[in-house]
């Protein structure tokens, strides 16, 4: 669920220019270089830091950064590494460094309204979301009505999380995001006929739920009195996450 919102790196990747670099003056094609080695070791930093490795990733930002320290998707990437080992002040000034380098980016706005969303400044971010969808160029829109519409539950936007939770399914249809997102919605307001449809239509193209996800499904058929589902969702949260908080709230019997 997590990486969908903040990611995208290798679009952002590509969809992002470079404002320069190097000292006033130098030849274009030293400059075209330094970009250039620039965008391969961000690249390659995105990549490590797909695989959890951020000490290497961070020594890669370094290099891109030494070859040009005005490429605007290394500062992006960097936020993303420091948000993750939750270097938070440091991510927040990496995040404001890309986006003064290039304030077109969508993808930034994005991914740094998720930060902010996940730090407790959902009113800050939901700002952010809204500025990634005002351009047109933006090639994922769905993610950012996604992480529009969970931040605006958040802070009790319930109708406008549900519409832009709808707009990101009508742009992605079986978008699992949104597909969860409104199930929870759902359920929260009693609405367990629709929570449910949702969360069928989610697991379906999910593989391996987590917790949080089976311990809302047994909650959904404890309301809908769907027994025999509850009942194997129950099992499927004690047998994969006994330690979980959630299976402690089933056991409990909350």
């Known amino acids: 669920m997590k990486r969908i919102w903040v990611l995208l790196v290798f679009a952002l990747l590509t969809a992002c220019a470079s404002s320069g670099g190097g000292s ?3 030849p274009q094609i030293d400059t075209t270089r330094a970009q250039a080695s620039a965008k391969i070791h961000t690249e390659l930093a995105a990549s490590y830091y797909e695989r959890k490795q951020y000490s290497i990733a961070l020594q890669e930002i370094a290099i891109a950064m030494r070859e040009d320290s005005d490429y605007a998707p290394a500062y992006t990437v960097r936020a993303l590494i420091r948000m993750a080992l939750r270097e938070d ?6 995040f404001r460094r890309s986006l003064q380098l290039d304030n077109a980016n969508a993808g930034t706005h994005n991914n740094y309204g998720w930060f902010l969303c996940q730090r407790g400044r959902e009113k800050e971010s939901l700002k952010l979301f809204q500025e990634a969808l005002k351009n047109p160029l933006y090639a994922t829109p769905e993610i950012a009505y996604v992480n529009l519409g969970i931040c605006s ?3 009790g936007l319930f109708k406008e999380a549900e519409i832009n939770l709808q707009r990101a399914l009508i742009l992605r249809p079986g978008l699992t995001e949104a597909l969860y997102g ?8 009693g609405d367990y006929a ?7 239509r989610f697991a379906q193209t999910s593989q391996d739920l987590t917790a949080e996800q089976l311990w809302l499904a047994v909650r959904i058929e404890r309301k809908m009195r769907d027994r025999n589902s509850e009942a194997s ?22």
Request: proline letters at 2%; hydrophobic letters at 35%; aromatic letters at 10%.
């Open 24 to 26: 006033e003056g130098a």
């Open 89 to 94: 002040e440091q991510a927040d000034a990496d």
């Open 153 to 155: 539950k958040k802070v």
């Open 182 to 189: 409104l199930s929870e919605l759902s359920f929260d307001r």
């Open 194 to 200: 629709g929570a449910k449809s949702y969360f069928v």
């Open 233 to 254: 969702y129950a099992l499927q949260l004690r047998k994969h996450y006994p330690d979980s908080r959630e299976t402690q709230l089933l056991l409990q019997g909350e």
